[in-house]
């Protein structure tokens, strides 16, 4: 009855995101500067990660390749959501039109959907290394790992060319607040006054097909993975061949486990309301995350920061 009513209105130009809710009406200051921060870590993380692997031989190797790429991934990936929290936070104008709306959906969804894949090549390599070890260097090759990797960034792009065109054909005439800190997929469809039915169930549909068989895939790499690991006889073999996959593992714990409790689990009162704190998680926490475990749990790239800070301490001593 109410959406018969909303047809009569004006198609709205603009939506009106509420943000963070009672936690954005917070000092804005101390809010700001923490989120400025957060995002200035993630760029400079990420970018470090990237000029590591570009300069170092040692991280020359087809699983840095694909962690450089993930460090790309995740700085677009944050650019697309916070740079315009912190207009937001700060200007408290929290004011986007309909088609910049529907741009940041579309980059968040493609990213979102690109990291999936790279996850799954990701483990696709570390399957290689662990089980397959003799045919590794014969099947994982420069041309390989380059068609790999870019076909992780440009396989979302045709499916959600498609979900965006559904979404644009959607009539808007109703409230145009978005009860969230970004243009998310599901909000924005609940606020169409027309019906949304069919739309919802191909967008499901199609969303599903683009991101259950990188999950699919990638779990089923780290069943042979864990299984191969547990058949090696020595402890010490054992620790250094999880070693080399256990910061990916860790990566795709926190990406997909914040994923599926905001987008399939069933949306009860008290998962709703914090579906914004677990938004976070993937879009704020699991780019800063990323550079900090590949750091900390990784050997070659400690090593290779250390060599870096030394080089950089004795250029600036003179």
């Not at 603009?14 to 000092?27: K, M, R, V």
């Not at 390989?144 to 076909?151: G, N």
């Not at 970004?182 to 609940?190: A, N, R, T």
């Not at 895939?217 to 864990?226: A, H, K, N, P, R």
Request: include cysteine; charged fraction near 15%; hydrophobic fraction near 45%.
């Amino acid at each position: 009855m109410e959406k018969s009513k909303w047809k009569n209105q004006t198609t709205i130009t603009e939506f009106i995101l509420l943000g963070l809710g009672n936690l954005q009406e917070w000092q804005i200051l101390p809010l700001f500067l923490l989120f400025l921060l957060v995002y200035i870590l993630i760029v400079v993380g990420n970018i470090t990660i990237v000029c590591l692997i570009a300069m170092d031989r040692n991280l020359q190797s087809p699983m840095y390749f694909f962690l450089g790429n993930l460090s790309c991934l995740e700085t677009c990936y944050s650019s697309t959501i916070l740079p315009r929290m912190l207009v937001s936070v700060f200007s408290r104008d929290n004011r986007v039109s309909f088609n910049s709306c529907l741009m940041q959906l579309y980059c968040f969804c493609s990213l979102a959907t690109g990291e999936c894949y790279l996850l799954a090549v990701m483990a696709y390599d570390r399957y290689l290394a662990i089980c397959k070890p003799l045919h590794y260097a014969k099947v994982m090759n420069a041309k390989t790992t380059i068609q790999l990797a870019a076909s992780s960034w440009l396989c979302p792009i045709i499916i959600v060319i498609v979900i965006i065109v559904l979404l644009s054909g959607l009539t808007f005439c109703g409230p145009n607040e978005i009860d969230h800190f970004f243009c998310d997929l599901d909000p924005v469809i609940h606020l169409s006054c027309t019906d949304i039915r069919w739309v919802s169930l191909t967008i499901f549909i199609m969303a599903f097909i683009d991101t259950f068989p990188p999950l699919l895939f990638t779990l089923t790499s780290y069943i042979f993975i864990v299984s191969a690991i547990l058949r090696i006889p020595s402890n010490k073999g054992r620790q250094k061949a999880f070693s080399t996959c256990s910061s990916h593992l860790t990566v795709v714990t926190i990406f997909y486990g914040t994923l599926i409790m905001v987008y399939v689990l069933p949306k009860t009162d008290t998962l709703r309301k914090l579906n914004k704190i677990f938004s976070v998680f993937y879009t704020v926490l699991t780019p800063l995350a990323n550079p900090i475990i590949y750091s900390l749990r990784n050997k070659e790239v400690r090593e290779s920061l250390k060599k870096a800070f030394s080089k950089a301490s004795r250029i600036m001593r003179g």
